[in-house]
């Protein structure tokens, strides 16, 4: 992987200073243009977008989730927004290109700390950054167009680095004695800081020390539309247009946690289900769980030998399934034949007679909160219900060591990196 320095866009104090009342010192600027910063585009629904437009003229969703303007499309208005706040000084470019540490303080955690690097990296083939599971197609066409139109590279996708841990070691140097340049805290109550390194001998070491692959954690979306936008202009090698703004975690890292995605079946898949004879053909060993709740369940899912499956089919009692790695086909990749998620899609998923497209055509339904799917299957939203244990980092690295792709939303990274704390556009100068 190839890493590169970049002249950051942030938001000054004269942005920060419109939800603030008086004057702002360098940590009251912090805050101030960290409130500034949003989730992802895709955890924002229009309700929350509308939410989020309203906390102040500058906040960063005027961007990632626009509306339209005037005679302006909403791709057209994100465009001159930018470019509105960038002449007035609500926006700046870093004088000279830099490298941003990234720290996010877990919280409930008593100061267990998530490094990462905020940086360009050179959009590069499958062997160098690593897709790790099939794409929906829906939200390609959105950003590709708010990306045609703008030129900037406003989210950063979430990376994660087989360099052995050395990346943490630099960045815990960097920050000890630093200030942070955006200071935020989340909804969940997760604390983000985002720091700069601009010296040339520095950056280097960073970029020796990211040389490794890497995997797509979060943003395989966002990945891949700057490889599209990248082929159809014909941007230059080196060049900020043949890049992708990125978070670089190190899959050493102690506070890299994958919580899971759990499925839900439509009730008219599952009203005839022959557990019984589903579960043999997953070589499963079978637990009736007496609890209630969600997540209860999740949990006792969890805690069980892996590779392990909550079902939960109307009608019937909970139960957790210990499933046979052996069931799987052959083509499984060999670092990932204990992952529940892979035995789910490819041995009890066809003993259902669902087809591999029933993964991407909306047959298959995805719940992160365990509760809200135990609230479905219990009023019949939904047939069965299906809960996944987290995974391991060292099972992922694993899984996906060879290429291979792991199915629809089979991961979660929690926190999510946070967009608008800085970002770029295809006119900055690189290191």
Known sequence: MRLYAFEGLRFTGKAGAAGSAGEIGEAGEAAA?????????????EAARDRYH?????????????????????????AALHARWLAAGEVARDPRPALYPYVIELAGTAGLHRLGMCGLVELADAREIRPHEQTLDKPLADRLALLRATHVDLEPVFLLSEDGGRLNRLIEEDVAQASPLVDHRDAEGNHHRLFRVDDPDRIARYR?????PAAIADGHHRYKVAQRFAAETGA??????????????????????????????????TTSVDLDRLAAAAGAQRQVWPGEGGAAFAAAVAAAPAPALGVWTAGHRPEIWRL???????????????LSVLLLHEVVFPALGLAPEAATDGTVLYRSDPDVLYRMVATGETG????????????????????????????RFLPKVMSGLVWSDHRSRLL
């Open 208 to 212: 020796d020390v990211l040389k490794a």
């Open 324 to 338: 046979d790695p052996a069931q799987g086909p052959a083509a499984l990749p060999a670092g990932g034949r204990d």
């Open 384 to 411: 069965t219900g299906l809960w996944l244990p987290p995974m391991q980092p060292a099972a992922f690295a694993a899984a996906i060591a060879q290429g291979d792709m792991l199915p629809p939303k089979s991961t």
């Open 33 to 45: 243009v960290g409130a500034l910063a949003a989730p992802p585009y895709d955890q924002i629904d």
């Open 54 to 78: 309203a906390l102040s003229p500058y906040q960063f969703v005027h961007l990632t989730r626009p509306v339209p303007e005037g005679d302006l499309d909403l791709y057209q208005h994100a």
């Open 236 to 269: 230059a090698p080196g060049s900020a247009g043949d890049t992708k703004l990125a978070i670089v975690t190190s899959l050493e890292s102690p506070a890299l946690t994958i919580d899971p995605i759990h499925r839900a079946l439509q009730r008219a898949l």
